[in-house]
């Protein structure tokens, strides 16, 4: 088994990490982070289950990051993203596992944050051989795919420069992400919910010719938890695609190194049905919001007076442990730390770690 330092991947030490999660047939959780408490629980996480994790922002989560209090939103997603990488690349080798950097979705409108990302990764490439982001998401799936793909090509070819991927996206994630998600209708003939296996090779041919790209594919799929019963997930059509690209290109099996959006409340076998057909990689966003949240609210209902007063109101004591916003901060990184372990298990990549000093 390959090994590789712990601390942030890219390049080819990121193809080794896709190649072990392939032949091992397990996958990496992607988490949306919004700040260093977020961050430092994913590190925590992975370090635990001694698994190699990809760490994930929004442009929502990069702006959050930067403080919604900087005037210019449009800087501060820049920033705020580049802020995060900086502190990822200083913290994760003390972690002792491997962390790939992530950017998710970018729709037409955010290209600009994607090349001026570009840009802070060159610098930091000048720098110290490396790129600030392993992978930046382009999600140009509500344009033509002319368009998409064209695109796709013009910020891979700069990518590849400095050892960076990029990750596409075919076909509709229903749902709420961002302002990019669109309104579900999950009856299950709706075609356009499952991404095509003919544009998956078109994208293949198109831009496996200049480097390293991995595809978010629609398979039913969608953003949020809704109630049991509306999400139809169907993982053949992936397994679909991978045939069709490996018998037209006469690639080996499972070619394609394929992401999964929306991943939050979906069903565990269908997950791992998932991961056999090349999935690689399982966004999850909602989940770990909720694992944060739900024990930073039953410590305010448990410590309510300590909120509202600095000292109780009859005997005079001090509340300053309680509200100490270290106390209920740690709850929620707690939450996400277990909430992890869970995901770890079910893509299989618990135990897992390329990550040797
Ligand atoms: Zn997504």
């Known amino acids: 088994m390959s090994t590789l330092k712990p601390g942030v991947v890219s390049g080819e030490d990121y193809k080794t990490l896709l ?32 698994a190699d994790v990809i760490i994930q922002l929004s442009n929502g989560g990069a702006h ?3 403080g919604k209090g900087l005037p210019d939103g449009g800087r501060a997603k820049v920033l705020g993203a580049v802020s995060a990488a900086q502190h990822v690349h200083l913290l994760a080798e003390h972690y002792g596992v ?51 793909l064209g695109e796709s090509a013009r910020i891979l070819e700069r990518a590849v420069k400095i050892g960076m991927s990029i990750e596409i996206e075919l076909g509709v994630t229903g749902g709420e992400e961002d302002g990019v998600g669109q309104d579900v209708d999950t009856s299950a003939d709706n075609s356009h919910l499952y991404t ?63 992401v999964f959006h929306g991943g939050s409340g ?28 739900k024990p930073v609210g039953a410590y305010v209902n448990e410590n309510s007076a300590a909120f509202t007063h600095q000292l109780d109101p009859e005997t005079g004591k001090p509340y300053k442990k309680q509200y100490d916003p270290r106390a209920w901060l740690r709850k929620g990184e707690q939450g996400l730390v277990e909430r992890l372990q869970r995901a770890f298990e079910v893509l299989g990549s618990t135990g897992r770690s390329l990550a040797m000093d």
């Open 98 to 148: 491997c962390v790939v950097l992530h950017t998710d979705h970018a729709n037409k409108k955010l290209i600009p944050w994607v090349e001026a990302l570009i840009g802070h990764g060159e610098t930091y490439f000048e720098r110290n051989g490396k790129p600030l982001f392993s992978s930046h998401m382009l999600d140009l799936s509500a344009e033509p795919i002319d368009f998409n």
């Open 64 to 66: 959050f990051y930067a």
């Open 19 to 50: 190649t072990a999660a392939r032949e091992g047939a397990f996958a990496f959780p992607a988490v949306n982070v919004v700040g260093t408490n977020s961050i430092n629980a994913v590190l925590e996480a992975a370090a635990q289950a001694k």
């Open 196 to 258: 095509q296996p003919a544009d998956v090779l078109q994208a293949w041919k198109k831009l496996s010719p200049i480097g390293h790209f991995s595809t978010a594919a629609s398979f039913g799929n969608v953003h949020g938890v809704y109630k049991p019963g509306n999400v139809k997930l169907r993982p053949e059509i992936l397994k679909n695609s991978q045939i069709l690209v490996a018998e037209t290109c006469g690639t080996g099996p499972n070619p394609l190194d394929l």
């Open 266 to 293: 979906s069903d565990e076998s269908k997950i791992k049905e998932a991961v056999e057909y090349g999935v690689f990689k399982m966004n999850i966003d909602t989940d770990t919001q909720f694992a944060f949240s």
